[in-house]
């Protein structure tokens, strides 16, 4: 499946914006900083993200919720 497959459900981000693609919830994460990308709930939602570019299926599933999963942790942390 190709990093530009949409989720069935965008992932809405505090103001506003939406993570609609497996390449926007990438990047997303890319733009956080070396310390959060290293943990273990952005490890998993990196994981899916990658299981679902490379397989498809009920991945696409899994990685929405890791995604929502992590940003929820971050929330919850601040």
Same mark, same amino acid.
């Given at each position: ?6 989720? =069935?459900?965008?992932? *809405? ?7 609609? &693609? +497996?390449?926007? $919830? /990438? ?7 070396? =310390?959060?990308?290293? *943990? ?7 994981? &899916? +993200?990658?299981? $679902? /570019? ?11 919720? *890791? ?12």
């Amino acid at each position: 499946m190709p990093w530009s497959a949409a989720f =069935d459900d965008p992932i *809405a981000l505090r103001g506003g914006r939406k993570l609609r &693609t +497996l390449q926007e $919830a /990438a990047d997303h994460i890319m733009q956080l900083s070396e =310390d959060a990308q290293h *943990a273990s709930h952005w490890q998993t939602a990196i994981e &899916t +993200l990658i299981n $679902a /570019a490379e397989t498809g299926g009920g991945w696409m599933m899994f990685a929405r919720i *890791a995604m929502l999963r992590a940003l929820n942790a971050d929330v919850h942390r601040k």
